[in-house]
Nanobody, 117 residues
């Protein structure tokens, strides 16, 4: 079992930055891939960025060049640095961890990011 707790959301103006954090606890050694997803009102949840255990990164086209995902395995924490925020980035951001041995797919409670124009 893995628990995920996000922090760092808030209200900012367009062009500003925020950094989200996600700290994992529990069976953290079983975590292989972590990622950030978001869900805007009336829309489906979408992938923002993922970072497998080897540190490679993958981003949605909409955030490439503006967002940076990273993880500190020693601290069991993942980050999402969001720069040049746009109103369309407004959403609830969720942390996700995919685990193996035992397998599992875990989600945090979400943190609200609101970008005003």
């Amino acid at each position: 079992q893995v628990s995920l707790v996000e922090s760092g959301g808030g209200l900012v103006q367009a062009g500003e930055s925020l950094r989200l954090s996600c700290t994992a606890s529990g069976s953290v050694l079983s975590i292989r891939t972590m990622g950030w997803h978001r869900q805007a009102p009336g829309k489906q949840r979408e992938l923002v960025a993922i970072i497998p255990f080897d540190g490679t990164t993958h981003y949605a086209d909409s955030v490439k060049g503006r967002f940076t995902i990273s993880r500190d395995n020693a601290k069991n924490t993942m980050y999402l640095q969001m720069n040049s925020l746009k109103p369309e980035d407004t959403a609830v951001y969720y942390c996700n961890a995919v685990c193996v041995l035992p397998s599992g797919d875990y989600w945090g409670q979400g943190t609200q990011v609101t970008v005003s124009s």
